[in-house]
């Protein structure tokens, strides 16, 4: 249980696989929510990962925001908070976060 925030603390995400320190650890976190935030806008959404508080804050532009533990409660979420369907392996986001990523899309 994290002393500052009352969170249960959380087992790292699948996608920190291979980070071996703390520091890797948080910037597998950083780069996930970078990731994200290429393709939520699209939706009137946006994700922030501060890095002390497990999981991320997803928020539309009225202000709502909603915590979501894991990537896969984020994809839950923001199709409540938007109202429609995300499919996140939709080829046009998959075309976006490999332009986040600094590759060619090939």
Known sequence: MCANCGFPSVPGHWTEAGASTPTDRLRARFRRAQLLQSVLPAFG???H??????????SDRTGRHE???????????????????????????LAET?????RDGA
């Open 49 to 58: 990962d501060d890095g002390a508080t497990p999981g991320v804050t997803l």
């Open 67 to 93: 915590m979501v533990g894991d990537v896969t409660e984020v994809w839950r979420a923001a199709e409540r908070m938007s109202g429609c369907v995300i499919d996140p392996l939709d080829p046009r986001f």
């Open 98 to 102: 490999q332009d986040a990523d600094g």
């Open 45 to 47: 959404l946006s994700v």
